[in-house]
């Protein structure tokens, strides 16, 4: 099973609140990312995890606030979004950081009003 | 650092033909490269991948070749059928960029009924 779940599927937020999104993943994968994907565009790399500790933070605004609780979550909080952070944000894991096969989940698309 | 294109940007093609997508790598040390299928509303889903020590992989009716020399890889489709509609991405990747994805700019196949 290559299944990661990602939620809430759809999210509309002010530019002044604080939302969370979430990840989860239960094939052992001790790697985790966050990529965000702009209409017609390939996904940018945000953040990757590695046996729960950031290893990459692809400089990234600090709006953007990545969490990993355990191996198996993954989190994103979100604070004083731009609405040019619309976009489908994508949850992604391999075995570990340094196995090439990255799966993805379905994506939360966030829209910033 | 590597550099990715792919070709066409857009391909339509008539139910039962075949499909092929271009993509060209710049550096020469990649050794990893994956093709992703992305749906509408969807993530990117891992189809085919292949490494630098094959020319070629098949999986039923997908395939990739793989030109070292050249430095191009490709993803064949035969027997094209209307759900495989979608945007494909090509991607390569090694160690030194610290297996990161470096994505292709995608190519939206359309299968004409």
């Known amino acids: 099973d290559t299944e990661v779940t990602q939620t809430p599927k759809h999210l509309v937020m002010g530019m002044t609140n604080k939302k969370s999104l979430k990840c989860e993943q239960h094939m052992g994968h001790r790697a985790m990312y966050w990529y965000k994907q702009k209409a017609k565009k390939p996904p940018e790399l945000m953040f990757v995890?590695?046996?729960?500790?950031?290893?990459i933070n692809e400089s990234v605004p600090s709006r953007f606030s990545p969490e990993c609780p355990n191996s198996s979550l993954l989190n994103l909080h979100l604070h004083a979004l731009q609405p040019e952070d619309s976009a489908l944000y994508l949850c992604a894991s391999s075995q570990d950081w340094s196995s090439y096969e990255q799966y993805f989940g379905p994506g939360t698309r966030l829209t910033v009003t | 650092g590597e550099n990715v294109e792919q070709h066409p940007s857009t391909l339509s093609v008539q139910e039962g033909d075949s499909a092929v997508i271009k993509c060209t790598y710049s550096d020469s040390a990649s050794n990893y490269f994956p093709w992703y299928k992305q749906e509408l509303g969807k993530g990117p889903q891992l189809i085919i991948d292949?490494?630098?020590n094959v020319g070629e992989k098949k999986d039923q009716r997908i395939a990739v070749t793989l030109n070292k020399t050249a430095k191009h890889f490709s993803l064949h489709i035969t027997e094209t059928q209307p759900e495989d509609s979608a945007v494909y991405f090509c991607a390569a990747s090694d160690r030194d960029s610290n297996y990161q994805l470096i994505w292709g700019a995608g190519t939206k196949l359309i299968i004409k009924p």
């Open positions: 292949i490494r630098s």
């Open positions: 995890y590695s046996y729960e500790k950031l290893s």
